[in-house]
């Protein structure tokens, strides 16, 4: 067995009031490309794509009847470089919540709050692993 973890591609589907919002936040504020997208009949985004560095979300309205929107979310994206990318978003003004900083599990990393409220993590390992004295790891 490898100590190397498999690599996967995981895709989020988010449940938002509006798809147009969150499309232009992550364009506009996060750097963030839009892939595909699907208008509804009132002329409102139902669904879109975003990509950014391989990694991709999904956007879209509530599907049942009653419009619920589901809870909390935290996203967490790999970027190449943290610092780069966060001085980046910076210089745009948007509001981060976390600056950067590496962790004990070895990831360098910082968030900001998307318009619904969902916090989003940009990473990247940057050190081995050093559990807090008291922390047992299985």
């Known amino acids: 067995m490898s100590d190397k973890p498999a690599s996967a591609a995981v895709i989020p589907l988010r449940f938002v009031e509006s ?3 969150m499309r232009e ?8 490309d839009h892939l595909m997208g699907m208008v509804g009949k009132d002329g409102q985004l139902d669904f879109a794509i975003v990509q950014r560095a391989g990694a991709m979300l999904m956007l879209s309205r ?3 009847a009653a419009g619920t929107l589901t809870g ?3 996203l967490f994206i790999e970027v190449d470089d943290v ?3 966060h001085e980046q978003l910076s210089k745009t003004g948007l509001a981060i919540v976390q ?6 599990w ?3 990393n910082f968030s900001v709050v998307d318009p619904a409220g969902h916090t989003l ?3 990247k390992t940057v050190a081995e692993m050093q559990p807090p004295p008291g922390v047992t790891m299985i």
Do not use: I, K, S
């Not at 600056?99 to 004990?104: D, K, L």
């Open 25 to 32: 936040f992550y364009l506009q504020q996060l750097g963030f």
């Open 106 to 108: 070895g990831d360098r």
């Open 62 to 64: 509530p599907q049942d």
């Open 72 to 74: 909390h979310m935290e």
């Open 19 to 21: 798809v147009d919002t």
């Open 99 to 104: 600056p950067p900083q590496t962790q004990w």
């Open 83 to 85: 610092d780069a990318y």
């Open 121 to 123: 993590w940009f990473w």
